[in-house]
């Protein structure tokens, strides 16, 4: 026996053709009875996890971008920040490309170390661009040693 649709109101009942499997529930389907194009079922569950994982490609494309706009700025001695008119200044402490001072900010941050002997309150501070400002959180981590 095929592959049946495992998507129809009563699963197995579908007798139209398999065109694609759920990449989240690993559920196979037909063309209706779920997201040929987004390569997803149509369970709420599926499609909240798709729509995470886009929104992450997304923000992943772009920053890509940003960061080839910014070389190719940073290239001719321009502040990587696009359409800023001022010249480079200072270095992002994440991405490493060079802005101007309007479009750099100095942010404090605080973790804890844990170690056997016990827990130690380490301060820092970190330059980060607009684009970089969502890694933050990262060097606000607790970390286990
Ligand atoms: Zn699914
Ligand atoms: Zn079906
Ligand atoms: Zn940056
Ligand atoms: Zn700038």
Redesign the pocket.
Known sequence: MGLRCE?SPVPFLCREPVVEQ??????H?CMQH?HFDKA????P???SVYKRDRAIAERRRWEDERQAIGQERNNIGLCSQPECPNGMYVTCGHCEQLYCSLHLKRYNFSFVTHTRRGSTRVKGDIVLCEVCLPYLDDYKRDRYE
Request: aromatic residues 12%; positive net charge.
């Open positions: 998507k759920c990449a989240y529930c690993g559920k389907f779920g997803c079922c149509k369970s569950a599926c499609l």
